[in-house]
């Protein structure tokens, strides 16, 4: 059985730490998400734009995520002065609760990279993230890759937005996407005719 023993003051004071970053975040780019990695006597949890780790007692590697607000309920709410943590097929039991979780256990490194992200990131950060070489299945299980998607459509909003004001002066909404992707080095994966859509619902 894959697992972790811990004092309970320690998961404690670590999700302190990370709910002083989750409350300032914004929470509507990023689902809450807290993704738990275990590996040889540490434990790591992670949400977008924080990662901290404690000492413990472990049994095997194994990454999970789940709700943020979950996580930090259980403990909250686990008064004995240690904790076991077991790591299940698509769940995690705490002591004595069990609830759904996304489980990967480490027979390859296909889900091994927690994403990072600074504390006030912003959509050119999640648009960054596709320069990283993360792969598809890492963006996935760390809820990322749908956010990147909005960021990727509130970038084309903008052009749409450019284009309207700049038409005038002849500039178009291609001109204005290569000037982004040149200057901030960004990967924008919507075509030619995704642009026209937008501008067409001016």
Not at 187 to 201: A, H, P, Q, V
Request: net charge positive; glycine share 4%; with cysteine.
């Amino acid at each position: 059985m894959i697992s972790f023993r811990c004092k309970t003051k320690d998961f404690k004071n670590t999700l302190g730490l990370l709910k002083a970053i989750y409350k300032r975040k914004r929470v509507y780019l990023i689902p809450d998400t807290c993704e738990i990695t275990l590996v040889d006597g540490n434990v790591t949890l992670a949400i977008p734009g924080a990662v901290f780790a404690f000492k413990c007692e472990t049994k095997g590697t194994a990454k999970a995520s789940l709700l943020f607000r979950n996580l930090f309920s259980i403990i909250e709410h686990h008064y004995s002065e240690e904790i076991v943590v077991e790591f299940y097929d698509d769940a995690l039991r705490f002591g004595s609760v069990q609830v759904k979780a996304k489980t990967v256990f480490f027979h390859d490194d296909s889900v091994l990279r927690t994403i990072i992200l600074p504390n006030n990131y912003t959509d050119l950060d999640l648009l960054l993230l596709k320069n990283e070489g993360y792969t598809e299945e890492e963006l996935k299980f760390n809820n990322i890759l749908g956010v990147i998607e909005q960021a990727e459509r509130r970038v084309y909003y903008n052009v749409r937005r450019a284009a309207s004001y700049l038409r005038e002066y002849g500039v178009m909404p291609k001109e204005i996407k290569k000037l982004i992707v040149e200057k901030l080095g960004i990967r924008l994966d919507l075509d030619e005719k995704d642009i026209k859509l937008l501008l067409s619902k001016d």
